[in-house]
């Protein structure tokens, strides 16, 4: 089955700076991966995704990079606000398949005013 | 429009007796998801649904653990005779499922159930 490795477990960066989150995943066939963000005691909310016939996609301060040959994965936040700091969970999923997400294991970002 | 939306929102229970999780997924949503939130960890998949079939029960961690969907809308989580392990956040998904390649699946405000 798919497995899904994600690092750092905790990141810390001064208010404006980027930040990088990475993941690899084991099943070459996987084709979508989300990223969540989870606010303490609140949902985990959809903030970008990419499917894997593109290797990269942008919302603003947001990007996620698709490496397909290497399976992995990196979020990536530029120019980062406190109120970006959360716990935040990459998944991968093989759709024609069971549609089950496996998520990585999270890393908490902590930015710092 | 309208969320996922779960109940109740907390329960705290005795070791032994059973608990029923509520889950309401968004209006139209074919596919329904179970995952478990142990505190500070990452989401454990338990169970999905498509309409009211259930193709992977893979997640239950026990015997203890079943679920149902009804009327491909509603669906309840029971666990039978908890145990202090199963204290955890229980989330719910939803998604439409029409993409050749993955759903957003939006998640419900969970139910924190904590067992005595």
């Known amino acids: 089955g798919e497995n899904v490795e994600q690092h750092p477990s905790t990141l810390s960066v001064q208010e404006g700076d980027s930040a990088v989150i990475k993941c690899t995943y084991s099943?070459?066939?996987?084709?979508?991966f989300p990223w969540y963000k989870q606010e303490l005691g609140k949902r985990p909310q959809l903030i970008i995704d990419i499917r894997s016939n593109v290797g990269e996609k942008k919302d603003q301060r947001i990007a996620v990079t698709l490496n397909k040959t290497a399976k992995h994965f990196s979020l990536h936040i530029t120019e980062t606000q406190p109120e970006d700091s959360a716990v935040y969970f990459c998944?991968?999923?093989?759709?024609?398949?069971?549609?089950?997400?496996?998520f990585g294991t999270g890393t908490r970002l902590l930015v710092s005013p | 429009g309208a969320g996922v939306s779960q109940s109740p929102s907390n329960k705290v229970t005795e070791k032994g007796k059973d608990v029923e999780l509520r889950c309401d997924p968004i209006s139209g949503h074919t596919a329904l998801y179970w995952y478990r939130q142990s505190l500070g960890q990452g989401l454990e998949f338990l169970i999905y649904?498509?309409?009211?079939?259930?193709?992977?029960k893979s997640g239950l961690p026990s015997d203890r653990f079943s679920a149902e969907r009804t009327g491909g809308s509603v669906s309840t989580l029971t666990i039978q005779r908890t145990q202090q392990e199963d204290s955890a956040v229980y989330l719910c998904a939803s998604s439409l499922v029409v993409r050749q390649a993955g759903d957003t699946q939006y998640f419900g405000p969970g139910t924190r159930l904590t067992v005595l």
């Open positions: 998944a991968a999923l093989r759709y024609g398949g069971f549609q089950k997400l496996v």
């Open positions: 649904f498509q309409g009211n079939s259930a193709p992977d």
């Open positions: 099943d070459s066939a996987s084709n979508y």
